[in-house]
């Protein structure tokens, strides 16, 4: 089970190594606490499943909203203690870089950090995967165009007025449609699978979110 509620944008997701059972998108209007667990009963109900039939918990560290995280989480870690099950935190914005192209250029993925706010994380291509590259980091969407000085795959949440204006860097950066900006919680769940496999799971009692502040990195 993949769980991401790193903002507005909800995703749960039920995986295993040869398929996707059944992914869930919407958006939730705050409504994150009253939403999430009946929308995950709804997804194992839907395809017969019961919670004692999960192997491993994958959960979105974010960054993104506090609220949300923290709902995401600690449903996540009470799911992974009650049932005996690993638990594998992903960074919200790997899950987005993963379903990118790989290319030779540089890659920035990236979600709304609120009041006109972007969270920035920077990938460079390692084999046929996304690595990342430096820190996350919060800008503004000028600030974002003016940092672009070599050509540059970005994908993610923007408004309307964001993909027009970082689009206008036209020769440098490579904009993808708004459905490739999508999180989809599929790639979070295939994540967190690799990572559990090569024997990498998080400790409940001491996993955190990434929580970004203005003009404040942290590393990626």
């Known amino acids: 089970l993949a769980i991401d509620t790193s903002t507005r944008t909800i995703a749960l997701a039920l995986y295993t190594?040869?398929?996707?059972?059944?992914?869930?998108?919407?958006?939730?209007?705050?409504?994150?606490?009253?939403e999430l667990a009946p929308a995950i009963s709804n997804l194992l109900e839907r395809t017969r499943l019961k919670s004692t039939d999960l192997s491993a918990v994958g959960v979105a560290l974010g960054p993104?909203?506090?609220?949300?995280?923290?709902?995401?989480?600690?449903?996540?870690?009470?799911?992974?203690?009650?049932?005996?099950?690993?638990?594998?935190g992903i960074p919200s914005l790997d899950s987005l870089a993963?379903?990118?192209?790989?290319?030779?250029?540089?890659?920035?993925?990236?979600?709304?950090?609120?009041?006109?706010?972007?969270?920035?994380?920077?990938?460079?291509?390692?084999?046929?995967?996304?690595?990342?590259?430096?820190?996350?980091e919060v800008l503004t969407a000028p600030e974002l165009v003016e940092r672009i000085q070599s050509p540059t795959q970005v994908c993610g949440e923007l408004t309307e007025e964001e993909r027009k204006l970082i689009g206008t860097k036209h020769r440098l950066i490579t904009l993808a449609s708004p459905a490739a900006c999508l999180r989809r919680p599929s790639y979070l769940a295939e994540l967190a699978w690799t990572r559990w496999q090569s024997g990498q799971v998080d400790d409940p009692a001491s996993l955190s979110p990434i929580y970004l502040h203005y003009n404040d990195p942290i590393p990626g």
């Open 17 to 34: 190594d040869q398929q996707v059972l059944s992914e869930q998108i919407w958006t939730s209007y705050d409504h994150h606490t009253i």
């Open 98 to 136: 993963a379903a990118q192209p790989v290319l030779s250029e540089q890659l920035a993925a990236i979600l709304l950090a609120g009041r006109g706010r972007l969270a920035v994380s920077w990938y460079r291509a390692s084999g046929q995967t996304w690595q990342a590259d430096g820190k996350i």
């Open 64 to 88: 993104g909203s506090f609220t949300g995280l923290r709902i995401g989480l600690a449903l996540a870690k009470g799911l992974a203690l009650a049932q005996n099950l690993p638990l594998i």
